[in-house]
């Protein structure tokens, strides 16, 4: 029987531990409890706050192999490790502790357990307490409810999610109509591609290079602005509306939304000719058939620079690093302001999800849960 501390506060603080218990339940051992997703403050040096779970897991793996794979996972989830103790702690994408072994009583110069710690860190003892209340400390020789009652530590936790819950990969996607988004060279179109071909899905490809103004748009802006939008929200309500009306496949999946056309008017339309535009799309996006799932994918913007640079499109050479944050806000705007939507917002800025299985395996499971 082992317990495990899990924490994060830098980035997608959720998404990094829901990574963490995927591979855990992959590559270490059964998941088999998972206590409420905490909030709070750092401890021992100033930062950020932090998330923080404990976990419960049935592991074949030996002690001693224990603690690499542990550290393999945060290396895999962007965790830096400082190159001394001296160094102290610092803020981290992910941080996994080994609470208890078992009874095992270990003191190494790499590993203590249990944890030595743990008695003094309320962060660590309520979501263990939420999972072992009667597990006794094979040192203190008392319960972890026990341990809880007399710990000194007075922070404050706040429970962000009551079930957190595990994702694991089922046969099926539960939905018929999927949306993959995301800003320029953030992997939509592949990732949309790959959902299809396994899950026996339909693909709708936005067909941008159809465009006629697309190329003279990234030339000249100001003067292409509205002819190039307005032929995007054409052309996109037309495939999309005819495509999912006439044709009941059971699963489609696109690389693209009808609402991209109002994140795009937003950047590069001048506030009159936005006003205008904003009363058209909304006149159309009332017909539209909505997705049921909308995908939203986060890139950061050096590594977006990179895919676009790769695919080596002539017409997106002069796309700059501050156009793409500022269409990155026009994307979190638009979906801060639509809550109806039904939204699943990746990171996957720390991933490649077209080369790493791994990483793709646990996109599909966040889908399919």
């Keep these: 029987m082992l317990f495990l501390s899990l924490g994060s506060n830098l980035g997608n603080r959720a998404q990094y531990l829901k990574h963490a218990l995927f591979l855990l339940h992959r590559e270490v051992g059964e998941v088999v409890s998972i206590s409420p ?120 936790l706040t429970v962000v999610a009551q079930d957190f819950s595990l994702p694991v990969n089922k046969a099926n996607i539960p939905y018929h109509y999927i949306t993959v988004e995301g800003n320029i060279g953030a992997g939509k179109t592949s990732l949309a591609t790959r959902l299809a071909e396994d899950f026996s899905g339909q693909l709708l490809l936005e067909e941008f290079a159809s465009n006629p103004f697309l190329e003279d748009f990234y030339k000249d802006s100001q003067r292409y602005a509205l002819a190039t939008e307005l032929s995007f929200l054409k052309d996109r309500y037309k495939q999309l509306q005819q495509t999912l009306s006439l044709n009941k496949h059971t699963l489609w999946v696109a690389d693209y939304a009808f609402s991209k056309s109002l994140i795009f008017a937003m950047e590069t339309l001048p506030p009159k000719e936005y006003n205008l535009y904003e009363e058209l799309f909304y006149l159309l996006f009332e017909r539209m058939i909505k997705p049921d799932l909308y995908i939203y994918l986060h890139q950061n913007t050096d590594s977006l620079l990179k895919n676009i640079q790769k695919r080596g499109r002539s017409f997106e050479t002069p796309i700059s690093k501050s156009y793409l944050e500022r269409i990155e806000q026009s994307y979190l705007s638009f979906l801060q302001h639509n809550t109806s939507l039904n939204t699943l917002f990746i990171d996957v800025s720390y991933m490649d999800f077209v080369n790493n299985e791994d990483d793709y395996q646990f996109i599909t499971a966040l889908i399919t849960k």
């Design 37 to 156: 997703l905490y909030e709070s403050p750092a401890w021992g040096f100033s930062s950020t706050p932090f998330y923080n779970i404990c976990a419960q897991l049935h592991t074949t793996l030996p002690l001693e192999a224990l603690l690499p794979k542990l550290h393999a996972i945060e290396a895999r989830l962007g965790r830096v490790r400082s190159s001394s103790p001296e160094q102290g702690y610092k803020a981290r994408t992910l941080d996994i502790d080994i609470l208890y072994y078992g009874d095992t009583l270990l003191h190494t110069d790499t590993l203590c357990v249990p944890h030595p710690h743990l008695a003094l860190r309320r962060f660590v003892l309520q979501p263990l307490a939420d999972i072992a209340p009667d597990f006794v400390d094979p040192n203190a020789r008392q319960t972890i409810t026990q341990l809880l009652q007399t710990c000194l530590d007075t922070a404050t």
